[in-house]
C-alpha cells in the first residue's frame, strides 16, 4: 500500500522542477494531489504525468490555476481542492525562486527584494493562511515549506533570496508550535542546488559551474531528491517531525 494513500494534497509551483517531481511522487504514493501554479500549460503536463504515475495505486492529480501572491486565487484553489477531494491534508508551499537580479544590499534592485519576498515568503505566509483552516478540520496533517540551504549558511550575492528563505525557516518553527495542538506538523526542506531545468538555464555557461559542483559532496541535487524527502515529511512516518529545516543539500551545508 502506498504510503499517502487516503490523504489530499496541495502543490505550489507544481507544474514544475522540484513541484513536478513531488506531485509524481506523492500520486505514486496514493495521494490525491491538486497541482496549483500560475503556468497552465505546465501544470497541465505535469498533472497529467502524475496521473499515470499514479497507475494502481489509488492516487490522482489535478490542475489547479493559482497565483500564490494573491488571495482570491489561493481561496479559489483551496475551494476547488475541497470541491473535487473533499478535504485537505497536506499542503507544500513549493513556489518560488531566485533571479539573476538578485545581488547585495547595495546593489540589488529594490523591485528584486520585493519580488522575492512576496513570492517564496507572503507566497508560503499567505497559502498557510488560507489551507490550515481545512487542514484543521481534516483533523491532522503535514504542512512542507520551501527554505534553502542558504538560510543556514552564508552566500554572497543572494541577499534578497536569502532573506525571504531565512523567513521560510523561521515561519516554520513558529508555525509548528502554533498548530502543534491541531496535530498539525511543520517543517521545511533545505536543498541546495537542485538541477531543475529553470536552474540548468542560470547555470549555463557559468564558469563556476565546476567549483561548485566540487562543494557538493555527493554531486549536485536533482528533483527526486528533494521529492523523496517530501514524500517522508507528509507521510505517517514523519508522525513526530516537527518544526525541523531539514537539509537535503549533499553535505553543502557542512562542507
Known sequence: MGRLVGKVAFITGGGGGIGRATAERFAEEGAKVIIADIDQAAGEAAAGSA????SNRGG????????VTERTSVEAAVQETIARYGRLHILHNNA??????DAPVTEAPEEEFWRAIK?????????????????????RGSIINMSSNVALMALPGRDCYTAAKGGIASMTRS??????PHNIRVNAIAPSVT????????????ANVSKLAASHLLGLG???HIANMAVYLASDEAAITTGQI????SGVTIY
Open 51 to 54: 496521473r499515470q504515475r499514479a
Open 246 to 249: 531539514l537539509s537535503v543539500d
Open 175 to 180: 508555525m509548528a508550535v502554533e498548530y502543534a
Open 195 to 206: 538541477l531543475t531545468e529553470r536552474v540548468k538555464r542560470l547555470l549555463a555557461g557559468n
Open 119 to 139: 513570492l517564496d515568503l507572503f507566497g508560503t505566509f499567505l497559502c498557510s493562511k488560507i489551507a490550515i483552516p481545512a487542514i484543521i478540520k481534516a483533523g
Open 96 to 101: 518560488g525562486g531566485s533571479t539573476l537580479q
Open 222 to 224: 536533482q528533483p527526486i
Open 60 to 67: 490522482d492529480a489535478w490542475f489547479v490555476h493559482c497565483d
